[in-house]
């Protein structure tokens, strides 16, 4: 199914740093930063406008006050840094804030597949509570910013928080159903679906974030958008053009607005 494109891995990427030793702390040792440090600042879920996103919107007064004492710094990613990399030791998961991010495995020539594109209020680094490291990578698509949530202390907030622990459910859960989603769409639909299901998946995402679902920039290259859908570079750009010709979308570099919603659902 990923047989048809797979892109070559950016030859500017850092190198994979050295494993974390005994003492490191919540943030991965390699990549360990202060909060008075630059790049990590103080947050609070309490006041977050992204809060019924990522989380659940009826946690009672005191569970929010909780919860600020686990979620208390966010973190920049510049555009093309790595979050985390493969078998980096996991400790925490992260809530996208602003910007967003791919999520890429590396074949052991060096190419990558992405298996994911992540917008604000949504998770990263479930991946890791599997094994204890990362199995994957992920690399901000432009200038980001990302909570950090400690799993240690989440998972002891999950203990006396019922609502805590189904919406952890929640979040495997929803990465199941969506990589079930995606093997099912590779092994089922043809270019031209791929792609009307992409982009209807990315406008419903946006819509329940509060921002236009009819017209979005996609912060994603095609190159990249191909690799997800399994698709090479040049179909997905004739997919794009046969849209834009079939009155469905209007492309305007990396801006698309989407013409007609129901006849691309009907795709």
Same mark, same amino acid.
């Given at each position: 199914?990923?047989?048809?494109?797979?892109?070559?891995? &950016?030859?500017?990427?850092?190198?994979?740093?050295?494993?974390? /030793?005994?003492?490191?702390?919540?943030?991965?040792?390699?990549?360990?930063?202060?909060?008075?440090?630059?790049? #990590?600042?103080?947050?609070?879920?309490?006041? #977050?406008?992204?809060?019924?996103?990522?989380?659940?919107?009826?946690?009672?007064?005191?569970?929010?006050?909780?919860?600020?004492?686990?979620?208390?710094?966010?973190?920049?990613?510049?555009?093309?840094?790595?979050? %985390?990399?493969?078998?980096?030791?996991?400790?925490? =998961?992260?809530?996208?804030?602003?910007?967003?991010?791919?999520?890429?495995?590396?074949?052991?020539?060096?190419?990558?597949?992405?298996?994911?594109?992540?917008? &604000?209020?949504?998770?990263?680094?479930?991946?890791?509570?599997?094994?204890?490291?990362?199995? #994957?990578?992920?690399?901000?698509?432009?200038?980001?910013?990302?909570?950090?949530? &400690?799993?240690?202390?989440?998972?002891? %907030? #999950?203990?006396?928080?019922?609502?805590?622990?189904?919406?952890?459910?929640?979040?495997?859960?929803?990465?199941?159903?969506?990589?079930?989603?995606?093997?099912?769409?590779?092994?089922?639909?043809?270019?031209?679906?791929?792609?009307?299901?992409?982009?209807?998946?990315?406008?419903?995402?946006?819509?329940?974030?509060?921002?236009?679902?009819?017209?979005?920039?996609?912060?994603?290259?095609?190159?990249?958008?191909?690799?997800? =859908?399994?698709?090479?570079?040049?179909?997905?750009?004739?997919?794009?053009?046969? %849209?834009?010709?079939?009155?469905?979308?209007?492309?305007? /570099?990396?801006?698309?607005?989407?013409?007609?919603?129901?006849?691309?659902?009907?795709?």
């Amino acid at each position: 199914m990923y047989a048809e494109s797979v892109c070559e891995a &950016p030859s500017s990427a850092p190198s994979s740093p050295s494993p974390a /030793g005994p003492g490191a702390a919540l943030i991965p040792v390699n990549r360990q930063r202060h909060v008075s440090e630059p790049g #990590c600042l103080s947050t609070r879920c309490s006041t #977050c406008s992204l809060r019924a996103v990522c989380m659940p919107a009826d946690l009672s007064s005191i569970e929010i006050r909780q919860l600020d004492t686990v979620v208390l710094t966010t973190r920049h990613v510049r555009r093309g840094e790595a979050l %985390f990399r493969a078998h980096d030791v996991f400790q925490s =998961l992260y809530a996208v804030r602003t910007g967003s991010f791919k999520t890429i495995v590396m074949h052991r020539d060096g190419r990558e597949q992405v298996i994911g594109f992540q917008i &604000p209020g949504e998770p990263l680094g479930l991946d890791g509570v599997c094994s204890g490291t990362h199995s #994957c990578e992920a690399i901000a698509l432009e200038d980001s910013t990302v909570c950090i949530i &400690p799993f240690a202390q989440f998972e002891s %907030f #999950c203990r006396d928080s019922r609502r805590m622990q189904h919406h952890l459910y929640y979040l495997m859960s929803s990465e199941i159903v969506r990589e079930s989603s995606l093997m099912m769409m590779l092994g089922t639909m043809t270019a031209e679906q791929r792609l009307a299901s992409f982009l209807l998946d990315l406008a419903a995402r946006f819509r329940a974030r509060g921002y236009s679902g009819a017209q979005f920039n996609l912060k994603m290259s095609r190159e990249e958008i191909g690799c997800y =859908l399994g698709l090479k570079l040049e179909t997905v750009s004739r997919m794009f053009s046969r %849209f834009h010709r079939d009155g469905l979308v209007e492309p305007k /570099g990396k801006q698309i607005r989407i013409v007609d919603a129901q006849a691309l659902a009907r795709v």
